[in-house]
């Protein structure tokens, strides 16, 4: 029998430093206000995709996994990249609802799940209706972003739109995904996009983001971005 390797969490982070490039640490800081530099390392995507291909199997992880908070920002994003790998729907859940209260960014948050969750999508839009009800604003924008990648096309309904639309935050990154969900829906679905956007369903911050993401998109003809523009009279 071979005997599984024990994760050493130390070592992860002398590796991590060892994959470091200061010039993208100060870009990543500078996308980032809210943390602290010190806590970024500065490690790029491709490398770190790469350095979690090295890793063993969520029992092996498991350790990692637990030791919460993480010190650095990249600690997060592998974090949250070992939980979208997890075929095990139950177990993703689990580790999403443990993991939530420690994320403290948009770059971990909106890490991309994996399209294999919509084999429970009736339970997925469950879950991501209760789990709606938080102040946790990283945790909001990680559900409405689930919304809006998983449920535009054939899982749309009017429960979909209505969890988006009443969510009610302060927080600047929740208002910006509700204007990405928009702006998203657009492409889908033009007209129940404008109606919303005539009707100022949104709170003005996030009508005017969605605007223009509308705006800023290559895919909007011209005849219509001045359309969107009287909007914003």
């Known amino acids: 029998m071979t005997k599984s390797k024990v994760f050493d969490s130390n070592k992860l982070i002398s590796d991590l430093k060892s994959l470091a490039d200061p010039s993208y640490k100060d870009f990543m800081a500078g996308l980032l206000p809210n943390l602290d530099p010190k806590s970024i390392i500065g490690v790029r995507m491709p490398a770190l995709r790469s350095y979690l291909k090295g890793l063993g199997s969520f029992d092996e992880v498991e350790v990692f996994l637990r030791d919460l908070p993480h010190r650095f920002y990249e600690e997060n994003l592998l974090h949250m990249m070992i939980i979208s790998r997890l075929k095990d729907y139950d177990l993703w859940k689990d580790e999403l609802v443990i993991f939530f209260p420690y994320i403290d960014n948009w770059a971990v948050c909106d890490l991309p799940a994996k399209k294999d969750l919509l084999k429970n999508?009736?339970?997925?839009?469950?879950?991501?209706?209760?789990?709606?009800?938080?102040?946790?604003?990283y945790q909001i924008r990680y559900l409405i972003n689930l919304l809006r990648v998983f449920y535009l096309d054939d899982f749309f309904d009017d429960e979909v739109l209505e969890l988006v639309l009443k969510v009610d935050s302060p927080s600047y990154y929740v208002k910006m995904m509700k204007a990405f969900f928009v702006q998203s829906l657009f492409v889908k679905d033009r007209d129940l996009a404008l109606k919303i956007l005539r009707d100022k369903v949104l709170d003005e911050k996030t009508q005017k983001m969605a605007l223009r993401k509308i705006l800023d998109s290559k895919r909007v003809d011209r005849l219509t971005k001045e359309y969107i523009r009287s909007l914003s009279l």
């Open 121 to 137: 999508a009736h339970d997925l839009k469950v879950f991501i209706r209760e789990h709606l009800k938080t102040d946790l604003p």
